[in-house]
């Protein structure tokens, strides 16, 4: 059973950037056809999908934080990491890595709790 584990600082200052790893557990991220993403959801707002890399490597995001995003991996850790810059208070929320296949996000991290805050 894969499971996933979002970790990083809870507290990021204005204008620096959020750096977030996901950790994952009982499956390897290259496994032919998953895919892993970056979701959102910020207080009293429903999920925002951020971005995803495949298992070939190829990565995809929203266009409206495309400027802002980005994320990689680490195969050898089994790592897959999101890093989002110049953050202002309006990018406090829960972060979530989830796996899927065919853009079906079907197991969850327990997310993360990340302030943006002076």
């Known amino acids: 059973q894969v499971q996933l584990q979002e970790s990083g600082p809870g507290l990021v200052k204005p204008s620096q950037t959020l750096s977030l790893t996901c950790t994952v557990s009982?499956?390897?991220?290259?496994?032919?056809?998953?895919?892993w993403s970056w979701v959102r959801q910020p207080p009293g707002k429903g999920l925002e999908w951020m971005g995803a890399?495949?298992?070939?490597?190829?990565?995809y995001y929203i266009q409206s934080l495309q400027s802002r995003t980005s994320i990689s991996w680490d195969t050898a850790k089994n790592q897959i990491s999101l890093q989002l810059s110049s953050v202002t208070p309006e990018d406090t929320a829960v972060y979530y890595c989830?796996?899927?296949?065919?853009?079906?996000?079907?197991?969850w991290g327990q997310g993360t709790q990340v302030t943006v805050s002076s």
């Open positions: 989830a796996k899927g296949a065919n853009w079906v996000w079907d197991i």
């Open positions: 009982g499956g390897s991220i290259t496994t032919r056809y998953y895919g």
């Open positions: 890399i495949s298992y070939e490597g190829r990565k």
